[in-house]
């Protein structure tokens, strides 16, 4: 871990994407959040981004939304770029757990996503899964 790490603090990306290549999934992503929460570095995230435009993989998308929810979300507008990887996963891969992911922004302070929204996915969510939870919470 410690040497991903200091590839990514240093900025070989390249050098860091090689590294991945040698990991499972699960580690990988476990890995990057770690260094995000150890580190609060937004240097994870702008791997992340690389990767992206790298490989086009939802993988990554998963992990850059996952890293602006949880371990950076202290920064300003986290959210908001999660949401933005939110949205662009669920137009590669449309699933509950994908619809889900969105609909979870309508339940924060901020409210990034309006009713309308939230009642369009709960809908298409309830149509797959009439027992969701996260689904029923919203008023259709």
């Not at 871990?1 to 900025?11: N, V």
């Not at 435009?53 to 959210?79: I, N, Q, S």
């Not at 969510?125 to 919470?137: R, S």
Request: glycine fraction near 2%; charged fraction near 30%.
């Amino acid at each position: 871990m410690e040497t991903l790490k200091m590839d990514l603090f240093q900025g070989r990306y390249e050098k860091a994407a090689e590294r991945c290549n040698d990991m499972d999934l699960n580690s990988i992503r476990d890995m990057m959040l770690n260094i995000a929460f150890d580190t609060e570095s937004i240097c994870v995230y702008s791997f992340v981004r690389y990767m992206i435009e790298k490989t086009r993989d939802v993988f990554w998308m998963k992990l850059a939304a996952d890293l602006m929810m949880h371990p950076l979300c202290f920064v300003e507008g986290a959210y908001s770029v999660a949401l933005f990887h939110a949205r662009e996963l669920l137009s590669v891969e449309r699933s509950v757990i994908n619809l889900e992911r969105v609909l979870w922004f309508y339940h924060i302070p901020e409210k990034l996503i309006d009713k309308a929204e939230a009642q369009s996915i709960a809908q298409e969510i309830l149509k797959i899964e009439p027992d969701n939870a996260a689904a029923l919470e919203i008023d259709v």
